[in-house]
């Protein structure tokens, strides 16, 4: 069984590896809710160095409908509310980013953020944009973003304890 190395990483703490099958079967689920122009592939002399995956913000959709997909006891009408409300989702969150080590610190995850946040602000008349979650000790992600404007507006942390 084959595993993707453009997904693994060592410093990412909750990383595991994909295989091939999951790989796919997640871009399957993706292609439902992502604009392909908002799946970004950057290449330097043909060779693909990096990639982005933005999707709209999904949580706007579905906050309204308070977790039912039943509407007045009719099945899948939230189903519909929800694809509905989709169209009209106001902001983005980007779900990957990702560039290979050689090519970090030359500019390329800022050009993939920036085009992301070109095309996104200017065709799909995008509000606002929230860039993931990044590690806090990241400095290396954390100034990229906020070379490119991003501001913190969350922080997350995870404690481990030995029980």
């Not at 689920?29 to 330097?44: F, G, M, Y």
């Not at 043909?46 to 913000?57: A, E, H």
């Not at 992600?141 to 913190?152: C, Q, S, T």
Request: hydrophobic share 40%.
């Amino acid at each position: 069984m084959e595993v993707y190395e453009a997904v693994r990483s060592e410093w990412w703490w909750a990383c595991v590896s994909l295989t091939q099958e999951e790989v796919r079967a997640y871009a399957d689920n993706l292609r439902k809710i992502a604009c392909p122009e908002q799946a970004l592939l950057a290449e330097v002399d043909g060779k693909p160095v990096g990639f982005s995956i933005t999707v709209p913000d999904f949580n706007e959709a579905a906050r309204p409908l308070g977790g039912k997909l039943s509407w007045f006891g009719v099945p899948y009408l939230g189903a519909l509310r929800l694809k509905y409300r989709m169209k009209r989702v106001k902001g983005a969150r980007m779900m990957v980013l990702c560039v290979l080590p050689e090519y970090r610190r030359k500019g390329v995850a800022e050009r993939v953020i920036l085009d992301t946040f070109d095309y996104g602000r200017n065709v799909l008349k995008y509000e606002n944009a929230e860039l993931g979650w990044t590690d806090e000790n990241n400095d290396k992600i954390n100034h990229v973003l906020e070379r490119v404007g991003a501001k913190r507006c969350k922080r997350y942390r995870v404690y481990q304890k030995d029980i």
